[in-house]
């Protein structure tokens, strides 16, 4: 495989780890309790990076980065590290708009008494 195949797979693991990583922190059931524990502690700086899908974006890129998951990087010139958390933090930025996405069009199949509507063409 070529130079450039090989950094666009490296880039595309990159981009799945980190999306996978920055929803199942920030939006699955299996953190909430971890989320829910902070939020409660009333750690202001906690509750923000927890439920902040850019915040935990940049970290988890800049951990991805110092994990050995960023080999894309390797020809930026300085910073790779920095560069490799703010990737993360524009895929968190995406997530996020994919999953608010999801809810509006779920909130938008409710009827006025709460129930999802059946969706018709005429919807």
């Not at 929803?23 to 509750?47: C, D, G, H, K, Q």
């Not at 910073?79 to 995406?94: E, K, S, T």
């Amino acid at each position: 495989m070529n130079e450039i195949a090989e950094r666009l797979l490296s880039a595309l693991y990159f981009s799945i780890l980190a999306a996978a990583t920055i929803y199942v922190i920030t939006e699955s059931a299996v953190f909430s309790p971890l989320r829910v524990l902070i939020r409660n502690r009333r750690s202001l700086w906690l509750t923000v990076l927890i439920y902040c899908p850019a915040c935990i974006g940049f970290w988890t890129g800049f951990t991805l980065y110092w994990a050995g998951w960023a080999e894309w990087t390797s020809r930026v010139p300085k910073f790779p590290a920095f560069v490799a958390g703010c990737a993360g933090l524009l895929i968190g930025l995406r997530l996020k708009t994919w999953v608010d996405f999801q809810a509006f069009q779920n909130e938008s199949r409710r009827d006025d008494n709460g129930e999802t509507q059946a969706r018709t063409p005429e919807n």
